[in-house]
């Protein structure tokens, strides 16, 4: 099973800053199948990045993604209030054949 | 655009079984090929349960196999989860969602909260 490992697990930032969430994985992706997910309190997880680089439908392009093997990162450019959120990590391909990081908490400072 | 609706009781009695349902709705389940249950424990992560392929296939997580059952019924464009012999670790949020964007979940349910209580 492939364990994806989330850092920070809290980031605390202002408004307009830059951020950058890390995830790991305990063995390469050789599909490349890595996605990240934003989720707001009460409200279910939100694609943002696919294929490890790629924006979903909709998703502004301060959102970015990059990584390859085992590191990924998710990358916000601008933060505006509304990206305060939870942020997740998700793998495909190893047995089970999803799984998910424990999440990063972005915070405003 | 398809849209997901879960529905089921939001209380089960210890030992019972949890059983919930998923209705697809602007589309047909067979437009996909598999459909997705993932939950959520108040406060903690995402968990992947398991998905059905429109043509009933299914794949589970390992550490629920034993207690999970995931089917379709393509005349009512929905698909359904049961879980037996539930304990209080499976209280969560439980999501319906659909695998669209390769290798990722596009589409999701608003989620319905579960919890085994006596």
């Known amino acids: 099973e492939i364990v994806l490992t989330q850092s920070p697990g809290t980031l605390s930032l202002s408004p307009g800053e830059g951020a950058t969430l890390s995830c790991r994985a305990s063995?390469?992706?050789?599909?490349?199948?890595l996605a990240w997910y934003q989720q707001k309190l009460g409200q279910a997880p939100r694609l943002l990045i696919y294929?490890?680089?790629s924006r979903a439908t909709g998703i502004p392009d301060r959102f970015s993604g990059s990584g390859s093997g085992t590191d990924f990162t998710l990358t916000i450019s601008r933060l505006e209030p509304e990206d305060f959120a939870v942020y997740y990590c998700?793998?495909?391909?190893?047995?089970?054949?999803?799984?998910f990081g424990q999440g990063t908490k972005l915070e405003i400072k | 655009q398809v849209q997901l609706q879960e529905s089921g009781p939001g209380l089960v009695k210890p030992s019972g079984t949890l059983s919930l349902t998923c209705a697809v709705s602007?589309?047909?389940?067979?437009?996909?090929?598999?459909w997705t249950w993932v939950r959520q424990p108040p406060g903690k992560g995402l968990e992947w349960i398991g998905e059905?392929?429109?043509?009933?296939?299914?794949n589970y997580n390992p550490s629920l196999r034993s207690r999970v059952t995931i089917s379709v019924e393509k005349s009512k464009n929905q698909f359904s989860l049961k879980v037996n012999s539930v304990t209080a670790a499976d209280t969560a949020v439980y999501y319906c969602?659909?695998?669209?964007?390769?290798?990722?979940?596009?589409?999701w349910g608003q989620g319905t909260v579960v919890t085994v209580s006596s």
């Open positions: 602007g589309g047909s389940i067979s437009s996909s090929n598999w």
């Open positions: 969602t659909r695998p669209g964007a390769p290798g990722s979940f596009d589409i």
């Open positions: 059905i392929s429109h043509g009933g296939t299914t």
């Open positions: 294929g490890a680089s």
């Open positions: 998700q793998q495909y391909g190893s047995s089970p054949p999803y799984s």
């Open positions: 063995q390469s992706l050789t599909s490349g199948y």
